[in-house]
């Protein structure tokens, strides 16, 4: 189906327009392709970052909480939660005991009102504009709770629409001048087929065969 669509694209066109299509379609194809990988590549690696971040931070406030857990001392837990402040992209976190319970709290908006999910082991989750990392606070061989932490994707997405914007205008620069190069170029082709066939046409009608087309290069 494809090839009898691009049959019937190029019927009837000339040979010097056949040549540029041809040369536009794997330029853009090409492109297309290469952008879309380097733009799913960085995507990726700015996800796995935010991860990364949001795990390092969960893991150092359950290294300073193991001994509040310990002696159950929730205030200085929310303590160690309140150094979230430095990073803006934390919206809210908590810190559970052993048992699953909500021990401490984070939430960057003073009262807003967040429903803390129910505790899980290691794990990370992409959500509707969020983020959720669980690590579990471990101390010896024992259990201590879990650190759980949610991040705005805001930032991510944000970082996301201007790749995609480069990647567009990249493309769009790199089609431009394909289709100027592809000009320039076919005419190395196209010129001495016409010649040949303008040629064999003339013999054709005048039925002369000492006519000669020259030799341009080979």
Known sequence: LIQGDIIVLFKGSSISRRLIAIQLLTATIVLVLTSGV???EDIQSSRNALVASLSSAARIIGQNTTSALEFMDD???AENLASLRVEPQILHGCIY????RVFATYVREAGADVDFPPTEPDSHSF???RL????EIIHGDERLGVVYLCADLGPLYEKTK?????????MAVGV????ILAFLLQRTISRPVLSLAAATRDVYETGDYS???AKERD
């Open 127 to 129: 959500g509707s504009g």
């Open 75 to 77: 205030q200085a837990a």
């Open 211 to 213: 006519k000669r087309v």
């Open 97 to 100: 005991d052993a048992e699953g």
């Open 162 to 170: 201007v790749l995609v914007a480069e990647a567009l205008t990249i």
């Open 176 to 179: 431009l001048l394909s289709l």
């Open 132 to 135: 959720d990392v669980f690590r």
């Open 38 to 40: 380097f733009l799913y």
